[in-house]
Nanobody, 124 residues
């Protein structure tokens, strides 16, 4: 059974940091593009960051230079290091895997497997 499990969310003050983890099971993690998205009740799920199997990385403009995505294929785990957090970063964060493309997709459609989400709340 393929499964993604996020952890590491929580409550933090503005300017603080959090690191989210995404642990994968049931797949050969190294082959696939892995991404982080986030969603609030007011907005659709939006792209945050992604890393391909070959190591190409991209970020949403809103988090570039504040967030860092990384992966360890042997551990089947990816991380999202979030620094200089802002209240606008408050959301449920999801990790996702794209089985079929070696490129980064910025919409939710191409992603085949999703985690359950982890809440990040940034207080002002």
């Amino acid at each position: 059974q393929v499964q993604l499990v996020e952890s590491g969310g929580g409550l933090v003050q503005a300017g603080g940091s959090l690191t989210l983890s995404c642990a994968a099971s049931g797949i050969t993690f190294s082959r696939y593009t892995m991404a982080w998205f986030r969603q609030t009740p007011e907005k659709e799920r939006e792209f945050v960051a992604a890393v391909t199997g070959s190591g190409n990385i991209d970020y949403a403009d809103s988090v570039r230079d504040r967030f860092t995505i990384s992966r360890h294929n042997a551990k089947n785990t990816a991380w999202l290091q979030m620094d200089s957090l802002r209240p606008g970063d408050t959301a449920v964060y999801y990790c996702a895997v794209d089985y079929f493309s070696a490129r980064i997709s910025y919409s939710v459609g191409p992603y085949d497997i999703w985690g359950q989400g982890t809440q990040v709340t940034v207080s002002s």
